[in-house]
């Protein structure tokens, strides 16, 4: 089962001036909401997407699987995150 984590030139941090998380990318920046920032925080390289999965659904009660599944593939797709095997 692969294994995200933010891929290694990518760092997360808190915006003051826009109040949310950001990815930052080399010349880029991602805003993120709420929800993306809980997805990311989880995505260590040790968690499997169904662990990330199953801690948000603790966490929040319900949490779609095919949302954050797709959520991050679109972060795979933009290289802002690494699956690894395992």
Known sequence: MDRPR?????RMSFDRARQRHVLLLP????VLNGSGADILELCDGRRTVAE???ELGV???????DEVRRFLTRL???RCVELADG
């Open 6 to 10: 933010l891929a290694r030139h990518v």
């Open 27 to 30: 010349e880029t920046v991602v």
């Open 52 to 54: 990330v999965v199953a």
């Open 59 to 65: 966490r929040y009660g319900s949490v779609p699987d």
């Open 76 to 78: 795979v797709a933009r």
